[in-house]
């Protein structure tokens, strides 16, 4: 069936709310698969007809279908591993590691190293105090009065 691959990569983000599981480098590499299959389908065919008919129009569908569920599928690990480096910190647990494919490893840390920038420069760690205060009223001590 046309997409079913791609389908069952959404799928499996879907049951993998707060928790990373392995990458499914085989549903990827059959949804690449498949859609070059489809892709060289219809390049032949408009090439043998100079013109674009239903058929093609299909495939190209399926095309953009697939490409939305891998993209979606790898756009819900990525937020998974920025929520985890909020959680977790700089150095995630190794089971977790042990679940990233080696590109997911990269963006990690440049994603850790990003922050730690952006912390620096602003002057104050983000990831300290992440729950609210509960009262309404802060106490501020002012250094200097001016006016």
């Known amino acids: 069936m046309i997409g079913e691959s791609a389908l069952n990569l959404v799928k499996e983000a879907a049951r993998n709310q707060g928790t990373l599981n392995p990458f499914n480098e085989d549903l990827v590499r059959q949804s690449i698969e498949e859609t070059r299959r489809l892709w060289d389908q219809n390049r032949e065919e408009v090439a043998a007809t100079n013109s674009v008919g239903g058929s093609t129009t299909l495939r190209h569908a399926a095309i953009e279908r697939n490409k939305r ?39 990690f840390s440049k994603y850790n190293k990003l922050l730690a920038r952006y912390m620096r420069s602003v002057g104050t760690d983000l990831t300290t105090d992440m729950a609210p205060p509960k009262s309404l009223y802060i106490e501020v001590r002012v250094l200097q009065d001016q006016g």
Not at 72 to 87: D, F, K, P, S, V
Request: charged share 25%; with cysteine; glycine share 2%.
């Open 69 to 107: 569920c891998m993209l979606a599928y790898l756009n819900h690990r990525a937020e998974l591993l920025t929520a985890m480096r909020w959680e977790f910190g700089a150095v995630l647990p190794e089971e977790v590691k042990l679940n990233m494919c080696e590109p997911e490893a990269e963006f």
